[in-house]
C-alpha cells in the first residue's frame, strides 16, 4: 500500500537526519568544540568608502578621510585596570569617561566596542605597537565624510550619520546595517543608493590572546560611485557670499537644460558637525536654532510670492484673451471695492500690460483679476507649476500652494469674496511659492512655454544623467510669452522699471521684484525672479531674503550677483 | 489497543513540548535580545493549546468535512489580505491582526490545504483509465484540479515572502495526491515536469532567497551576511557533542551567537545544550508520534479521515526533518520552525490543533 511506501520514506529521511546528527556531534564535535570553546570567530566589518561629490568643473566638494577608533572587545580582556589606565595615558582622556562609554556601548562579550573615535595617527600608532600586552585592544580604521567647503552648498551636499533604528527596517533589504552610514538630506540622501560602497568584512579565527590564527574567509568593501553636480562651485561661494548674515537664497539655473548652477540658502550649517564627532556637540544647536540652518528654504521653504505673481495674472490675462497688449487701466493709487481701498504703492495714471510689469502696478492687476476670475488664474499658476513639487532631485520637496475658490469653498472654512480675487492678483493672501518654483517659471516663460526640469546632477560615476534634460510644452500659446517678456524686461530697461539697477552693460537682464507681506509685526519678504542673458549663458536666477524688507534689497543683490559673476567671467 | 493509541499521542506531544519549553526558557535566560517574556507567553499557548486539543479531540472531525473547502477559501481571502494590509516583520509580510490578535495566516492554510485535499481527494473515486480522452479526464480531476487548488495558496504564501512553507504545501500536495491512488506514471511525469522548471524559478526568487540558496551550498561565500547563520548553528549543534554542555551552559546560545535561536534554531540550542542524546531523545519522540499518525491512517475506515490524517502526518514529518536538517546544515535556511517547540503562536496552536484531530480520528477508526 502506498502509505507503506510514504513510511519507509518517513523512515529513511530520519535515519539521514540522525546519521547527520551522528556525523555533526559525535565525528566533528570535536572541531566544533573547539570553535566554540576558544570562540573564535571574530568578524571585523570592513566599511565601504561613500563615493565623492563633485562640481561640475571636477572640484572635489565632499571626500573621505581614514579616521582611526579605538576598540575593546569584551571577552578578551585580561585585567580592567591595566586596560584603562593604559588607554587613558596614551590617548590623553579621562579614565573614568572611557571606562563609562566602554559600559555604555557593550553589548555581547565577543562584539567589539568602540571607546573612542577618530584618534590622532601618532596615537593609534603607539596603541597598536602595545597590542601585545593588551590583547583586547585594536584599532580600527574608518572613514570619514569630509566637507572642504564646510557651510557652502550644504543644503545641497546634505550630510551623512548613522543608520537610525527607523531607518534600518525599511533599507535592510537594501544592504543597508546598524553599522552603516547613511546620507541625510540633500544629494547624499537623494542619491544614497549610488554614493553607498558596499560593506565587506572579514571573518577570522583568533587565538585567547586575541591573535589571528587564521583568516576564515574576505569580502572586500567596495566604493561607491562618483556623482558630478552641475552646481558650479565658484558660484555658490559668490551666493554664499552675498547672503552672509542674511536668511534667503539665491538659485541660478541655466535655461536650456534645467541645470542648476548655484543654489544657496542661508543661513547654513557645517556638515561636518554629523561625521567629525568632535563637532558633534555642535549639533543639538542646530537642531534648536530658531532661524532653522538645516532647512532648505530654497526648496522645502514656501513664502507668500508677492508680486512677483503678478507675472502669472499677466499671463492668465493673455491666454485667456480678456485683455490684449493695448488695453490699458488707470491707476489712482487705489482700487475701490465695497468702500474699502485696495492700495497701490504710486499713482501710475494709464498703465498697459508692459507699462504694469515694469512699474508692478497694483490696480492693473485688480482691474485685469477681476476681469479673468480666480479660476483661471488659479489654472495658468498651475500650468506654469506653482502648488506642485519641481521634482528636483532633492529631498524634501514642498509643493506649495495656490489657492482656489473651489477649494475654499468646499474644504475652507469661508467663502471666496471679490477681495480674495484681489489680493490673489497681486500674489497676497493664500498663495505660497518656492524660490526653485519661481525659477522653474521663469525658464518656461524665457523658453516661450518651454519647461525644463531643475535638477543637479549631472553624471553618475563616468554616464551622464540625460533623462532630466526633457522639455515640456505647458500649451500656452508661444506668442504670450513673448508679449510678457517685454514687460519683464521694462522693469530693468526702463528708467522708471522697478529694477532698472540691473540694466548692466553687456547683459540683458529681465525679471520682476517683489515685496510679500508676512506675518504683521515683521518684516516684508523681498524677492527677485530674473533672467540673465550673455554671450555665453541663458540663466534664470532668484534673489529671495527671507524678511528681508523691500524688493529693493533683493535687487541690489541681484545687481551685486550679476556683476561679480561677470567679473569672474561665469557669465 | 483503541485507548492506548491515544493515550500515546498525549504523552508524546507532551514530552516534546515540554522538551521545547525547557530549550526556549535556555535560549531566554537572562538575556536581552530574547527576553524571558516570551517563554511565558508560549507557556500561556501550551496551558490554551492543550485544553484545546482536549476539545477537539472530543469534536467529530467529520463536521470539518462540510467546510472544508469554505475554510479554505477563506484562508486564501486571508492570505490575500496579508498581501495587501498585513504587519511587516523582517522585510516580509506575513502577520495579520485580527481583533487585537496578530497571526501569521499561511500556518493556518497548512490545516485548510490538509481539510481541503482531503475532501477532494476522497470524494475521487480510483478509476482504471481506458482510452485517451478518460485518461485526460483521470489527469484533469485527479491532478490538475487539486494542484491549482494548492498553488493558489502556494503563490500568495510566496509573496509574502516565504519560500519555506510555499514549498511545504507542495510537500503535503504530493505526498497527500501519492496516497490519492493516481498511477505512478502521471505522479513522477508530474514531479518531473515540476523539477524542470526549477532552473527558470530561479529568476522569480527574492534576492535574499537566492543568497540563502547559494549560501547553503557554499556557506563562505557570505559569511558575515546569510552565511553567518550556518555557520553558528553548525558549531552550537556540534560543540554539543555527546552530552552536551549542560542546561543554560551553551556558549553560542548564551552569548547571542545564534541568531533566531528562540524560533528557527531552537534546534541548535537542544543540540548544544544536550548533546546528541538530547538530539536523539526529541527526534525519537518526533518519530513515534508520527508512527501512530501513520497507524491511524491505516486503520482508519472513513477516507477522508484517512486522508486527513496522512496530511497532518506528513507536514509534521516534512517540518522536522527539514528544520533539524537546516540547522545542522543538510539543508537551505528556509523559516520552518521545528513543531512544537519553536516560539511562535501561530506555529505552535496549528500543530496542536492537527493533534486534537489525530486523537479525534484514533477514537473514531473504528466506527464505519
Redesign the interface.
Known amino acids: 500500500?502506498?502509505?507503506k511506501?510514504?513510511?519507509i520514506v518517513?523512515v529513511i529521511?530520519?535515519i539521514?537526519?540522525?546519521a547527520?546528527?551522528?556525523y555533526?556531534?559525535?565525528i566533528?564535535?570535536?572541531?566544533?568544540?573547539d570553535?566554540?570553546?576558544n570562540?573564535r570567530?571574530r568578524?571585523v566589518?570592513l566599511e565601504g568608502w561613500r563615493g565623492n561629490i563633485k562640481d561640475r568643473n571636477g572640484k572635489v566638494l565632499v571626500d573621505n578621510r581614514i579616521s582611526y577608533d579605538v576598540m575593546i572587545t569584551p571577552q578578551e580582556i585580561k585585567n580592567i585596570k591595566d586596560l584603562f589606565e593604559f588607554l587613558s595615558k596614551a590617548l590623553n582622556v579621562d579614565k573614568e569617561e572611557l571606562i563609562d562609554t566602554y559600559r555604555r556601548n557593550k553589548?555581547?562579550?565577543?562584539a567589539p566596542v568602540i571607546v573612542a573615535k577618530d584618534i590622532d595617527r601618532m596615537k593609534a600608532i603607539v596603541i597598536e605597537e602595545n597590542k601585545y600586552l593588551y590583547p583586547s585592544l585594536f584599532v580600527q580604521e574608518s572613514y570619514k565624510r569630509i566637507y572642504p567647503f564646510d557651510k557652502i552648498g550644504a543644503h545641497v551636499l546634505g550630510y551623512v550619520d548613522k543608520v537610525n533604528r527607523a531607518k534600518i527596517?525599511r533599507f535592510?533589504?537594501y544592504g543597508y546595517s546598524f553599522r552603516s552610514t547613511m546620507g541625510y538630506s540633500g544629494v547624499e540622501e537623494y542619491y544614497d543608493s549610488y554614493l553607498k560602497g558596499q560593506e565587506g568584512?572579514l571573518?577570522i579565527e583568533v587565538n585567547s590572546q586575541g591573535k589571528q590564527v587564521r583568516l576564515?574567509?574576505i569580502?572586500e568593501p567596495t566604493k561607491g560611485q562618483d556623482i558630478t553636480l552641475t552646481i558650479d562651485n565658484d558660484l555658490q561661494l559668490i551666493s554664499a557670499q552675498l547672503l552672509e548674515d542674511k536668511n534667503g537664497v539665491i538659485i541660478v539655473m541655466d535655461n536650456e537644460n534645467g541645470e542648476v548652477l548655484s543654489m544657496v540658502s542661508s543661513p547654513s550649517y557645517d556638515p561636518n558637525i554629523f561625521s567629525d564627532s568632535k563637532k558633534r556637540k555642535k549639533m543639538s544647536m542646530l537642531f534648536s536654532d530658531v532661524n532653522s540652518p538645516l532647512l532648505n528654504r530654497a526648496v522645502s521653504g514656501v513664502f507668500p510670492p508677492g508680486s512677483v505673481f503678478k507675472a502669472v495674472v499677466a499671463v492668465s490675462g493673455l491666454a485667456s484673451k480678456k485683455i490684449t497688449m493695448q488695453t490699458t487701466f488707470d491707476c489712482e493709487g487705489f482700487y475701490e471695492l465695497g468702500g474699502i481701498r485696495f492700495g497701490c504703492t504710486h499713482v501710475h495714471g494709464i498703465q498697459n500690460l508692459v507699462q504694469s510689469l515694469a512699474h508692478s502696478c497694483n490696480v492693473y492687476y485688480y482691474n485685469l483679476g477681476l476681469l479673468v476670475g480666480a479660476d483661471r488664474i488659479n489654472q495658468v499658476a498651475r500650468s506654469l507649476g506653482l502648488g506642485e513639487p519641481t521634482h528636483i532631485d532633492l529631498p524634501f520637496e514642498k509643493a506649495g500652494y495656490v489657492p482656489s475658490r473651489r477649494q475654499s469653498i468646499l474644504f475652507g472654512k469661508r467663502k471666496w469674496y471679490t477681495g480674495d480675487t484681489l489680493n490673489f492678483s497681486i500674489g497676497q493672501g493664500d498663495t505660497l511659492t518656492s524660490p526653485i518654483q519661481f525659477v522653474k517659471m521663469m525658464a518656461t516663460i524665457v523658453n516661450d512655454g518651454n519647461e525644463v526640469q531643475p535638477h543637479v546632477i549631472k553624471l553618475i560615476g563616468s554616464l551622464p544623467v540625460d533623462t532630466y534634460s526633457i522639455k515640456r510644452d505647458v500649451k500656452i500659446d508661444k506668442s504670450i510669452f513673448i508679449e510678457v517678456k517685454k514687460g519683464l524686461r521694462a522693469a530693468v530697461s526702463e528708467y522708471s522699471g522697478t529694477a532698472h539697477i540691473l540694466d548692466i552693460e553687456g547683459l540683458y537682464v529681465a525679471g520682476k521684484t517683489g515685496t510679500a507681506q508676512s506675518s504683521r509685526n515683521k518684516e516684508h519678504h523681498a524677492w527677485f525672479i530674473g533672467n540673465v542673458i550673455s554671450k555665453r549663458k541663458n540663466l534664470s536666477f532668484c534673489v529671495f531674503l527671507e524678511h528681508g524688507g523691500s524688493s529693493q534689497n533683493s535687487t541690489l543683490i541681484a545687481r551685486q550677483l550679476l556683476l561679480l559673476m561677470q567679473k569672474e567671467e561665469l557669465l | 489497543m483503541r485507548r492506548d493509541l491515544e493515550k500515546r499521542i498525549w504523552l508524546y506531544t507532551i514530552a516534546i513540548i515540554s522538551i521545547g519549553l525547557v530549550a526556549l526558557y535556555s535560549a531566554s535566560f537572562q538575556n536581552v535580545r530574547v527576553p524571558l517574556t516570551i517563554f511565558y507567553d508560549q507557556l500561556l499557548c501550551v496551558g490554551v493549546g492543550l485544553v484545546l486539543m482536549y476539545f477537539l479531540g472530543k469534536t467529530d472531525y467529520r463536521k470539518f468535512y462540510d467546510i472544508a473547502y469554505l475554510f479554505y477559501a477563506l484562508n486564501v481571502i486571508l492570505l490575500f489580505a496579508v498581501l495587501i494590509g498585513g504587519r511587516n516583520a523582517l522585510g516580509a509580510r506575513r502577520w495579520i491582526e485580527i481583533a487585537g490578535i496578530s497571526f501569521q495566516p499561511s500556518e493556518l492554510t497548512k490545516l485548510a490545504l490538509i481539510l481541503m485535499l482531503g475532501r477532494y481527494f476522497s470524494n475521487r473515486r480510483p478509476s482504471l483509465s481506458f482510452g485517451v480522452f478518460n485518461k485526460m479526464q483521470v489527469v484533469f480531476r485527479g491532478l490538475i484540479i487539486p494542484f491549482l487548488l494548492t498553488a493558489v495558496s502556494m503563490f500568495l504564501i510566496f509573496k509574502q515572502p516565504d519560500l519555506g512553507t510555499s514549498l511545504l504545501m507542495f510537500g503535503i500536495f504530493f505526498i497527500m495526491l501519492f496516497v490519492s491512488g493516481l498511477e505512478y506514471s502521471y505522479i513522477f511525469g508530474f514531479l518531473a515536469l515540476c523539477l524542470s522548471v526549477v532552473p527558470f524559478a530561479w529568476g522569480i526568487l527574492r534576492s535574499y532567497q537566492k543568497d540563502r540558496l547559494l549560501v547553503f551550498l557554499n556557506p563562505n561565500i557570505d559569511p558575515l551576511g546569510a552565511g553567518y547563520t550556518i555557520i553558528q548553528s553548525k558549531i552550537a549543534m556540534g560543540s554539543g557533542r555527546i552530552f552536551g554542555k549542560g542546561w543554560l551552559g551553551g556558549t553560542q546560545n548564551q552569548l547571542n551567537f545564534l541568531p533566531e535561536r528562540h524560533t528557527d534554531f531552537i534546534f541548535s540550542v537542544i543540540g548544544e545544550e544536550w548533546g546528541i542524546v538530547g538530539a536523539l531523545v526529541l527526534v525519537f519522540f518526533y518519530f513515534l508520534l508520527i508512527n501512530c499518525g501513520l497507524n491511524i491512517a491505516n486503520q482508519v475506515k472513513d477516507k477522508f479521515g484517512m486522508y486527513v490524517a496522512v496530511g497532518i502526518v506528513s507536514i509534521l514529518a516534512l517540518q522536522v526533518v527539514i528544520n533539524i536538517g537546516m540547522v545542522m546544515g543538510l539543508f537551505p535556511i528556509v523559516g520552518l520552525t521545528l513543531p512544537f517547540a519553536s516560539y511562535g503562536r501561530s506555529s505552535f496552536l496549528v500543530f496542536i490543533i492537527m493533534m486534537g484531530f489525530l486523537l479525534n480520528l484514533s477514537k473514531r477508526r473504528t466506527i464505519f
Open positions: 500500500m502506498r502509505i511506501i510514504i513510511r518517513f529521511s530520519f539521514i537526519i540522525i547527520g546528527l551522528f555533526v556531534q559525535a566533528r564535535g570535536q572541531y566544533y568544540y570553535l566554540s570553546v570562540n570567530i568578524i566589518h553589548f555581547a562579550p565577543f527596517e535592510k533589504e568584512g571573518q576564515l574567509s569580502k
